[in-house]
Structure formats: C-alpha cells, structure tokens
C-alpha cells in the first residue's frame, strides 16, 4: 500500500491552539493526556492507541514512555536520565514511575532517540541499550533568539522592571538546578556577608526567571541567609515573546546545573549574544562548545569567577558576541525535523 508518508500521530489534547500543518491529521482522545498515562502505565490498559488514531506505520512518542500500540515501528525519545544519575534532585514519585516504564518502553521500541551523546552514554551504560539502536538528534533553537536593538529590549526592561545591570538564571526552581550554589556565588560576587565584593559587581543583580518545582524552599533559604534579598528578582515566569528581550538585557547567563540531557536555556543566551557560565557536566559541554565558560557545578568559588569574567572582560564579551550566535546556529528545527523524518523511514 503506497502513501505519500508514515501515518503517525503528532497532535494531542494538550496542544496549542490553532490548526496544524496540512499534511498533519490531529487525532483527539476522549480522555486528557493524565487519564491515558494512568491508564496506559500505571493500570497497564491494553488500549491501543490505534482505538483512536487508526492504523499506524509509525508511533512516534517524544516523552519517555510509549503506549500500547500496534505500529510496525516503534520510536521513543528519552530526554535524559537525571532521575537514575542523580536520583536525589529527582522528585520520588517521578523517579519510581520512569524506573518502571521506561525499561518496558525501551523494550518494545524499535529505535531511540536521545537529545544528546550524553543521554546516549548513560542509556547504553545505565540501561544496557545497544549502540545501534540510539539515534541522537538534537532539538533546536528558534530563529527568535538572536541579538536584539536597545530600542527592542528596553521597553521590556521598563514593563517587567528589570535592573540596569544583571546576571540572568532561566528554568524551574529545583534541585538539580543547582541554585544555592548560584545564589551564594553571586554573595561572593557582590561581597555580601562582609565579603570583599569584586569593583565590576557594582550595581549587579541576579534575575531567576522560574517557576517553583519542588524542594525550593532551599534556594529561598540562601536568599535570606545571605542577605542579598535587595539584589535578587524572582520573576517567577517569563513569556515566551518575552525571553529572546530578556536574555539580550543580561550581562551574563549563569547555569550550574548538576545534569542536562541537551539544556535549552544556555544556548539560548548564547544565540542572543550574552556570555554564558555553565557546568561541565553531561550535555552541557557538548551542546555550548567552547562559547560558553564551563565550571564544575559544585565548586562555588569557579562559578563566581567565571561569572566575574563574564561581566567585566571586554574581550571575552566581544568574542561571544560572535561565537555565541555562531555555535547556536548548530542546532536548527529544520535539521532535527530532517533527521526524525529519515529515522521513520529507515
């Protein structure tokens, strides 16, 4: 039987509104996406998603755990392994469900798709997949994040009232964000706690643009042990038409993340320009190159001198203006849609 392409199934409940692409048939379910998981995972229902799709060639599942399905191929992606490498900054409901279902769902897939060679390292080394069957296929950055004119960027700044000059952390509060350290690096910076503050710290800020995850109540904690409550701007959430603005505005991006499986936010800030602190740890080094400065996540003293280098050094400044963009342009929507479209047909 010839078709034009693999049916597969791409649009859910959860998604956006507004039609899709005219070669995409969305396929609603009866039941929002949490029911199905239950039913799917933790009941283990035997309900094939073909009840409500139709025949499939390919069944495509880009969140960790796949559905019952009578597809010839199967694919899941895995995103990363965090909760199994650190499983001590992973929510414990999270981490008992994924280490249940994900090794099922690795055993009926036909292929794997990893956002990065570290994800496929600790697949093969954690999980006894093969080699052969991880495809790794980064995500993208938006073409929206690049670097910006003043008179775009600072009609943001007056709105959201952002300070003149800023260190910038995007993503969820939680654990393995690694923001306790963040915040008591920036008291070094600033010289908080009768420290001796470094003289381009004048004036500085730390912005954390996130909302709350779980076991937050740390990084709060900091804040106010610290004293540096004046310097700090919890924005609790930023817009996505908002973000490329806010990055611009940045002095620096900081990111001392514990584990990523690609990290969105880093390259991000580098697509815009901005410098960028980061850890050296799992994807992060593979994704940023060498335009970002990378530091050992738990070393507090590395992160504030890198976060001080990043703020004071015109020459560094300069290069990632250059670089930043250059190394984001690596990673293109186009080129994974490419790459996921050729795995279906292989």
């Given amino acids: ?3 034009a392409g693999p049916r597969v199934p791409s649009r859910g409940v959860s998604d956006p509104p507004g039609p ?21 995972h933790r009941l ?9 799709t139709g025949p499939l060639d390919v069944l495509h599942e880009p969140d960790f755990v796949l559905p019952p399905t009578r597809a010839r191929r199967r694919i899941v992606t895995i995103h ?29 897939a036909d292929a794997v798709v990893a956002d990065s060679h570290a994800t496929r390292r600790d697949l093969e080394r954690l999980l006894g997949v093969e080699p052969g069957r991880v495809a790794v296929i980064y995500p993208g950055v938006g073409p929206q994040f690049r670097p910006l004119a003043p008179e775009v960027t600072e009609p943001v700044r007056r709105r959201l009232g952002l300070p003149e000059r800023f260190i910038l952390f995007v993503s969820t509060i939680e654990p393995r964000k690694n923001l306790v350290r963040l915040v008591e690096a920036f008291a070094r910076l600033i010289g908080a706690e009768g420290q001796a ?16 995850g779980w076991l937050y109540e740390p990084v709060f904690e900091a804040i106010a042990r610290l004293g540096v409550e004046s310097r700090v701007r919890m924005l609790d959430f930023v817009n996505d038409s908002d973000l490329p603005m806010v990055y611009n505005l940045a002095e620096a991006f900081a990111y001392p993340s514990i584990y990523e499986g690609f990290g969105f936010p880093p390259l991000e800030a580098l697509a815009c320009g901005t410098p960028v602190v980061a850890s050296d740890s799992s994807s992060l080094p593979e994704a940023l190159g060498d335009a970002a400065l990378l530091v050992p996540p738990h070393d507090t003293g590395a992160i504030a001198a890198a976060l001080e280098r990043a703020i004071s050094d015109p020459e560094l400044r300069s290069r990632v203006r250059a670089a930043g963009p250059e190394q984001a342009r690596r990673f293109t929507w186009e080129r994974a849609a490419r790459q996921v479209l050729d795995l279906y047909r292989s």
């Fill in 80 to 108: 990363d392994l965090s909760y199994m490498v650190h499983p001590e900054c992973a929510l414990p409901s999270v981490a008992r469900y994924l280490n249940g279902a994900v090794p099922r769902s690795l055993a009926r």
């Fill in 20 to 40: 899709p692409p005219p070669n995409v048939r969305a396929a609603p379910t009866p039941l929002p996406p949490r029911r199905l998981t239950q039913l799917w």
């Fill in 197 to 212: 503050g470094r003289p381009a710290a004048c004036g500085l800020h730390l912005v954390i643009a996130g909302r709350k």
């Fill in 1 to 3: 039987r010839r078709r």
């Fill in 44 to 52: 283990r229902a035997p309900i094939p998603v073909e009840l409500f």
